[in-house]
């Protein structure tokens, strides 16, 4: 069974940085990873970026200029580079991907930012 495993989350103080990554368990290459999802206590989950195998990504218009979604294809790993953090960027966030036709989901990593 294939399985997203998500590292990097934490406490942090506003305006700090974290930096998320997400890596396929045991098999490496058994999974395409495609972005980061959130959520937030009482929220629905919400795709926070993407990003292709090609390199094209897309934000949430709230993190857009403060988070950058990387891909290191050797590693087969994406990033998520968090900048200027908020106290409403508080959540857990998942990594998401798929293999084959299944859709798959990380654990979830908590990340909570302090005012």
């Known amino acids: 069974q294939v399985q997203l495993v998500e590292s990097g989350g934490g406490l942090v103080q506003a305006g700090g940085s974290l930096t998320l990554s997400c890596s396929a368990a045991?098999?490496?290459?058994?999974?395409?990873?495609k972005g980061w999802y959130r959520r937030a206590p009482g929220n629905q989950r919400e795709l926070v970026a993407t990003i292709t195998t090609g390199g094209s990504t897309n934000y949430l218009d709230s993190v857009k200029g403060r988070f950058t979604i990387s891909r290191d294809n050797t590693l087969n790993t994406v990033y998520l580079q968090m900048n200027d953090l908020k106290s409403e960027d508080t959540a857990v966030y998942y990594c998401?991907?798929?293999?084959?036709?299944?859709?798959?989901w990380g654990q979830g990593t908590q990340v909570t930012v302090a005012s």
């Open positions: 998401n991907g798929a293999h084959g036709m299944y859709e798959l």
């Open positions: 045991e098999d490496r290459f058994a999974a395409q990873i």
